[in-house]
């Protein structure tokens, strides 16, 4: 039987040591990590489910979009950083994770500058703001121009207030409820 080279002690019966010749046994030595010993199992932690799991959805979107002819992010020339860029913040303003990390993706893979990448996911983020802004002031005018004669109209959309009179608001005394409204915190 060869001796074990790592110990002075001879293998069991039942180790790899004893079924392997000493030549073996020294390549299997010099291949292994000394501070790093076999494990018999694989510690699984939560990062590595919770990565394996969104992966597993950006494979199944990504296939998903490729189907629906969708592609061309690997080609500079057809989709540059920029825009990958635009399109994540764009991502984070839907709220989709996995739409964001797709983009995340794709940024990383084609080694995009991170200057450039906040850049433009900052004006994407920007501009979408902008968006919601403009489009809640256009609803909020829509509501204050209801003619006072439509108010409670069934069908007609107006402000009113919870707990109050039942009665809409329109005009100044709409713009004047809007202002004095305070938030409740939870």
Known sequence: MAKHSRTSRMPSITSIGARITEEQGLRLAAASNPDRPFRTRRN?????????????????????CRAAGRGGWDSPLECSIERLAVMLGEAVCKGDPVDVANFAMMLHVRGGDHQVIAEQAMRALLHGSRELLACDAERYRKLRAV?????????????SLPGGPRRGLCGADADAAVDAYTPSKP
């Open 44 to 64: 699984i932690n939560a990062d590595d489910i919770g990565v394996d799991q969104l992966a597993g959805a950006m494979k199944r979107k990504l296939a998903r």
């Open 147 to 159: 003619p006072a004669e439509q108010l409670g109209v069934s069908g007609i959309p107006c402000i």
